[in-house]
């Protein structure tokens, strides 16, 4: 299975709930479940997140995608599976500040190569090798 | 995606979103490049969005930097004092220091060809628009134990800008009395305190008395904000001393202009914060501010301070893009800690997300409230928050109040006079110093509301005495004469220390005064 690679950054006091680590380098593959299951990455293999609050049902558990072919529906990787990944696999605390939902958590810009998500299709954006994606956070005051 | 069917038995069930914004994807206003970013339905390309929010800045900044408007439609910027910029590290507050920076303290004097000024150095158009500039940031850790101490990120974050001055100010310097005497210069050392009515209610009165102790002032700002019934009434709280500790500052420097980098997002969530915590009468000192109201100083030092908004326009959503393609550091917030809660954090949620799904309302919301005026007139102002105080509010108070109680026995207490005031003649009587009828509405509401949430359990006839107030609650600074009521009911003795005036003071021996001849 081909692997695409993605550099994720975070801005605004984001960075926080990320290790305070800024800049990530991530490779995923080039197609990953409709479910939002999270494959295996080769790159970063931080700890799960933690998180008091429940999970939510579509963030699952991890699931090797190479069990057998045709088990599950796949789709191109899109940036809906990315917030998913970044979720379970990056973040390390308080996950109801980053996402709610299927989305971003309201407060949180996306750029997807410098330009709003919006204009890209939000979550639905198939990401291409090499893609920078940004996400701030909006909430910290005035 | 709205869904319009069963999208498990139909895979064509969902229907498409709406794309959020309104024409093609090329910028609206140069119409050549794609766009980098949608505001309010609108697709701005990179190049076009910067001088935008630039524009918006300037706009509702250089109309209020002038004493006078006078009569040029473009008239020469000159501000009658110094600039002081509040900076607490946020978004807005970060982008604001950054765009005051770039348009007015950083910019170089149009030179000629030899590389010198153009009309010389001493030309008025390359004086600056301010005399001087300072940073004014509060530190609120002092407020909450656990919080960490952020003033040498914010001293960092400031130390790229040169020529700055940067002034530290921190949440307990409000109970300070040295602080107080700095930006004052009154040396008045002693600390009032608040003792509320036996009940928690402001019938009886919010009395003013002199603490017995004068605790240290981290120790007195933890004991104000313990003794506030809600965390309502807690953000208010710490909002209200943070704008005064910048105002007091701002003033006792000759400051003409306090800048503040509130955007129109959070100024929507403070506008409906404030109508919620009944602060309707004072709802236009959320845009703009003249500061002290009437502009009569009572300080002593400098004249009014104008507070302004200049990111009144751009929304949340904009500086946020502005402040990351412009590299602008946003010093964000460790997760324990929230100074906002209660109603001013549940709006916040609310326009937030309002904001996502309908950007365009923040700003109905922001023009609706700009056309509000108070509906009764001012008395003067309120002497916790120092802003109008709304006239008849005690009348309005007494015919819309029932006051109950579950527990007979205290509901009995509280329709019964005092007994310690009944053990003296009517003439004799104590004249509390009733702080309730100088306070605004929203202020009595801080001190005294209860949570609904709670269990209602019979409340302690113990008086919560000695909640120390802040520094500017001063009677004698308000004019009213000073009173001081200490009532001891342990073996029914009443006291009552009256502080009089010098006249007073003189009548009262005025029998055994020698003539001045």
Aim: aromatic content about 6%; some cysteine; charged content about 20%.
């Amino acid at each position: 299975m081909s692997t695409i690679t993605v550099k994720v950054e975070f801005g605004g006091g984001l960075e926080l709930l990320f290790g305070n680590k800024r800049v990530h380098s991530i490779s995923l593959p080039s197609s990953v479940p409709t479910d939002g299951t999270i494959a295996p990455s080769n790159s970063e293999t931080p700890p799960p997140a933690k998180s008091d609050d429940p999970p939510l049902p579509i963030n699952g558990p991890i699931r090797d995608l190479t069990n057998g072919p045709g088990e599950a529906k796949t789709k191109p990787l899109d940036v809906q599976y990315l917030m998913h990944y970044l979720r379970t696999r990056l973040l390390t605390e308080r996950p109801e500040l980053f996402m709610e939902g299927d989305t971003v958590r309201p407060g949180i810009l996306v750029l997807i190569n410098d330009t709003d998500w919006e204009l890209e299709g939000e979550g639905a954006y198939e990401i291409s090798d090499g893609d920078d994606i940004v996400f701030i956070s909006t909430l910290h005051g005035g | 995606m709205a869904s319009c069917g069963n999208p498990i038995a139909d895979d064509g069930a969902l229907m498409p979103s709406r794309p959020k914004f309104d024409k093609g994807k090329y910028c609206i206003k140069c119409k050549l490049n794609l766009g980098n970013i949608v505001i309010r339905h609108a697709v701005y390309c990179r190049d076009c969005f910067i001088p935008l929010v630039t524009v918006k800045f300037r706009r509702a900044l250089e109309p209020h930097v002038n004493a006078n408007t006078g009569t040029s439609k473009r008239p020469k910027l000159k501000a009658s004092g110094s600039l002081i910029l509040g900076f607490s590290g946020g978004l807005g507050s970060a982008v604001l220091l950054d765009l005051v920076y770039k348009s007015y303290l950083a910019g170089h004097p149009p030179t000629d060809e030899n590389g010198d000024p153009r009309g010389g150095i001493n030309h008025p158009r390359n004086a600056n628009v301010w005399t001087t500039c300072a940073v004014c940031y509060v530190e609120v850790s002092g407020a909450f134990p656990e919080a960490h101490d952020s003033t040498e990120e914010i001293r960092s974050t400031l130390a790229s800008y040169a020529n700055l001055e940067f002034i530290l100010l921190r949440l307990e310097d409000a109970f300070d009395a040295s602080w107080w005497c700095r930006v004052t210069g009154s040396s008045d050392m002693s600390q009032l305190a608040l003792e509320l009515g036996k009940d928690g209610l402001p019938t009886e009165g919010l009395i003013l008395a002199r603490s017995s102790n004068t605790l240290p002032p981290k120790d007195a700002l933890r004991a104000f904000l313990t003794a506030l019934p809600t965390s309502t009434a807690v953000s208010r709280a710490i909002q209200i001393l943070i704008r005064l500790l910048l105002l007091f500052t701002a003033q006792s420097r000759g400051a003409s202009h306090l800048l503040l980098g509130s955007s129109l997002t959070t100024l929507a969530v403070s506008l409906i914060s404030c109508v919620a915590q009944g602060g309707g009468h004072a709802i236009r000192e959320e845009f703009q501010e003249h500061w002290p109201p009437g502009s009569s100083s009572r300080i002593g030092l400098g004249g009014s301070v104008r507070v302004v908004r200049p990111l009144r326009d751009v929304t949340i959503k904009e500086c946020t893009a502005f402040a990351w393609w412009n590299g602008i550091r946003v010093l964000g917030r460790p997760g324990l800690m929230r100074a906002i809660a209660g109603i001013p954090g549940l709006t916040k949620d609310f326009v937030v997300r309002l904001e996502k799904d309908y950007p365009s309302t923040v700003s109905t919301i922001a023009r609706t409230c700009a056309k509000l005026e108070p509906k009764g007139v001012s008395v003067g102002e309120c002497w916790f928050c120092r802003r109008h105080l709304q006239g008849g509010l005690a009348d309005w108070k007494a015919r819309i109040s029932i006051r109950s109680h579950p527990d007979p026995k205290v509901a009995a207490q509280l329709t019964s006079p005092s007994p310690t005031l009944c053990s003296v003649p009517p003439e004799q009587a104590p004249q509390l110093p009733s702080l309730d009828t100088h306070l605004c509405y929203s202020c009595v509401t801080m001190f005294t509301s209860r949570s609904s949430r709670k269990l209602s359990s019979a409340p302690s006839l113990v008086h919560r005495l000695d909640t120390p107030l802040p520094r500017w609650v001063e009677s004698k600074s308000t004019g009213v004469p000073s009173q001081e009521a200490v009532l001891v009911s342990d073996n029914g003795e009443l006291w009552v220390r009256n502080q009089q005036s010098e006249g007073e003071s003189r009548k009262s021996i005025t029998d055994f005064l020698l003539p001045d001849h």
